[in-house]
């Protein structure tokens, strides 16, 4: 993954002046001990922060470390002041944690009331306008504490490469496409830069890339890439002109910022001038930790990236799109048997889920634009998707919305792919949600969402679900129970 933050953790312990610092000091030390032991790579600051010139201290340290990223942890009761003057003047993601007590045989010297003291921490926090990452019981163990890191890590890889993400735009959306609508304002808030461009500016880079020297290299690692799935080997060459435009692209116009992610338009205009479709391109940038939306969704590209960082794996972007019949449902009893019916949809995109995910992958072509565009001919300009069945595993879908008014919402739910195979084109798979029926309508319907959903391979719920409420989004969606009614279902339903 080459379009990401290195995260870079930082530990500095507190102590409350009342206390003996020498309990921060050897909890914070079993911490680095436990972090060790899962592989969590974790500077330790000796500075302990007892007050102001502590905190100038522990911030040098920290500046000297490259720390990026900050675990304030209680070790005892902590000063509230210090502790929490050394969050706001930290310039990345911090973390407040604290110490259990260890043991009933020792509660009257080395007692250390951090569980009261995170009370104050966040009575202060809220005083200074902070809004740092507290996890939902951040009061434990070394061990304990070791696990909240591994969130953390998770976390402020989101919120680092955000605040330093240029989405790089080729629209405008098609014109039945308006559902992907993509207001402005809720990225700059988000700290995110956004360059919009024409097709035409596309379409003028990729023709001066025609003879570029690096084609053929490309087309090797395409070659080498697809295997024996290499359907149509004639089409590498466009392709590789057309990722090279890309990456050249990336560079030319990153400017201030560190990390880029692309929405582009890919039909109906793209297969007549360029000559192909850009499903496989778009997959192999997605391997990279670069994703490109489909039909210039600026927000569908922005929650690959998100889940993308979230999990440190590609991510893939994929229409919520066909129901699965009855009778296959049927044929795949045993397969299906923690799921209703209307737990499961397949997703599918035409081919732009990254190789590592799918299963016999194989170069073909569109076959809706084939039908369209060059009907009764061998396909041409429709060639370029990569397809094939979604491998089975865990999943998230999630997505993050600007809405009309320029507001932000959002949604995720965990599940599944289900090992079945979907007799259908494309990349696609069918999942498996929990309650998925009345996700679909009381949060994608009424909550008016777009078609695309962000995929992640692993079940992130809880990073993703924290990140938004960092990010200060309040409208946050999951697939409740069936005990749990959304607003507005109707109970006699």
Partial sequence: MINIPKIKLGIVAVSRDCFPIELSKSRREAVIKACSERGVSIKEIKTTVENEKDVLKALKDLKEAEVNALVLYLGNFGPEGPETMLAQKFSGPTMFVAAAEETGENLVNDRGDAYCGMLNASYNLGLRKLNPYIPEYPVGTAEEIAEMILDFENIARILLGLKKLKIISFGPRPQDFLACNA??????????????????????????????????????NMEKELGDGNRYPKILSKL????????????????????????????????????????????????????????????????????????????????????????????????????????????????????????????????????????????????????????????????????????????????????????????????????????????????RFPHHTGIAFKHVGKVLFETMKILGINDVAFNQPSNLLYRNENPFA
């Fill in 183 to 220: 207001p402005i304002q809720p990225l700059y808030d988000l700290g995110i830069e956004i360059m919009e461009n024409s097709e035409l500016d596309l379409f003028k880079a990729f023709n001066n890339h025609e003879n570029d020297s690096r084609i053929s290299e490309v087309v090797k």
């Fill in 240 to 447: 590789a002109q057309y990722e090279l435009t890309l990456k050249d692209g990336i560079e030319q116009n990153l400017g201030a910022s560190e990390f880029a992610i692309f929405a582009n338009k890919c039909w109906p205009a793209f297969q007549t001038q360029f000559g192909f479709v850009p499903c496989y391109v778009n997959s192999r940038f997605a391997m990279r930790g670069i994703p490109i939306s489909c039909e210039t969704d600026i927000y569908g590209a922005l929650s690959e990236y998100i889940i993308t960082l979230a999990t440190n794996l590609p991510a893939t972007l994929l229409d919520i799109n066909n129901t699965v019949p009855k009778d296959m449902y049927e044929e795949n009893r045993k397969k299906v048997e923690n799921y209703k019916l209307n737990d499961l949809f397949m997703g599918f995109h035409c081919g732009n889920t990254p190789i590592c995910y799918i299963k016999n992958a194989e170069m073909k072509y569109q076959l809706i634009m084939h039908k369209f565009l060059e009907p009764n001919k061998e396909p041409d300009i429709s060639r370029g998707t990569l397809e094939g069945i979604i491998i089975p595993g865990d999943i998230t879908i999630f997505r993050l919305q600007g809405t009309a008014d320029c507001k932000l919402k959002s949604y995720m739910a965990q599940g599944e792919v289900l090992d079945i195979n979907p007799k259908s084109f494309g990349g696609i798979g069918v999942f498996a949600v929990k309650e998925m029926a009345r996700f679909y309508r009381h949060i994608l319907i009424a909550k």
